[in-house]
């Protein structure tokens, strides 16, 4: 239908007519989901609005263009660049926050460009709504992970986490838990792509009501590839399986990726604990964060519930929320950062060649530093 009143209109338009052009104001935000770069060039990095589409810069952040204004659906949830070839760009659609009085959008699955994003072709999984995390392999750009949540609204067996290893022309769902718990965060390991994490979360939604936590909410890993997962549990020193979680969040360093950090939320959808690795995964320990629970507890968390690690720092870690927090030490100690941007923190990226380079994304637009 989309296509079609496109074409219409423009075959009923008028020719000789000057275009309008955009005349401001210039200082009016909206909620961005994801912020990535060109991993190659700092002067080009992508958006992800939760309701725009996406948009792209070549000048470091002064200007920028929409690339998704042609595409059926105007609602993201992340963007993912190709490590090895930066002009391979894959988009999932669907905002995976767990909207409140907000509402959030569902889409049509996943989409391609193969020249920097000037165009764009859907590559499938329509049907699993709601994006929380795409990932591309470090050295080969077909294989993709796309960790999707399904409908918000209703139990659904499309939802898990999916796999390609042909860029998007088949995919796998190589973790699926139940038609009520979907994947809302993964992660590979740059240096032995072998090991792979994903992060599910139960949920569901009424017209009334919301249950943004449920007893299938865990971390995974992989160490095939990501061909098949275990759950790990608090033999492995997280927090024990049986009790109900609300979101959690997962990141590595790209310099040490051994090191890897991930959140929970507890079933009031507070901040629970932020957890820490130092050997892949296989053990973990609470870090210093008691001086985060008071700052961190305003039950909102299923709205941010993300970290960020510092590309080329393993000690430096960015948790998002409501405002956002910063350790320098690895855990030990914590202070709050971005003073005086608007709230609902929901993406950080930092450029590798430069990490003192920092984008931050809100419901407030986008900051840089």
Known sequence: ?????????????????PEWEFAGPVNIGGRLVDIEFDPGNQQVAYLAAASGGVFKTKDGGSTWSPLFDNETTLSIGDIAVAPSDPDIIYVGTGEANGGSGSLTYDANGIYKSTDAGLTWINVGLETTRMTGRVVVHPTNPDIVFAAT???????????????????????TNVLFVNDSTGVIDVVINPQN??????????????????????????????????????????????PP?????????????????????????????????LYKSVDDGNNWTQTNDQSLLSSMSYGQGYWYGRLKCDPVDEDLVYLIGFD?????????????????VHVDQHAIAIHPLDNDFVMLGNDGGLYTS
């Open 241 to 273: 399986t049986g009790i109900e979680y609300s979101r959690i969040g997962i990141d590595l360093c790209a310099a040490s990726p051994n090191v890897v950090y991930c959140v929970y939320l507890d079933d009031s959808y507070s901040f629970l604990g």
């Open 149 to 171: 949540m399904g409908d918000l609204y209703g139990p659904t067996p499309d939802r898990g986490l999916y796999k390609t290893i042909d860029g998007g022309v088949t995919w």
């Open 1 to 17: 239908a989309f296509k079609q009143a496109r074409t219409n209109t423009m075959a009923l338009k008028p020719t000789g007519i």
């Open 193 to 238: 792509p072998a090991i792979v994490f994903a992060t599910t979360w139960m949920r569901t939604r009424h017209p009334n009501k919301k249950d943004y936590a449920g007893v299938e909410s865990g971390v995974w890993k992989s160490v095939d590839g990501g061909n098949t997962f275990e759950k790990l549990n608090k033999s492995n020193g997280l």
């Open 324 to 340: 956002m927090y910063k350790t320098v030490n690895g855990g030990n100690s914590w202070s709050s950062t971005f003073n005086g």
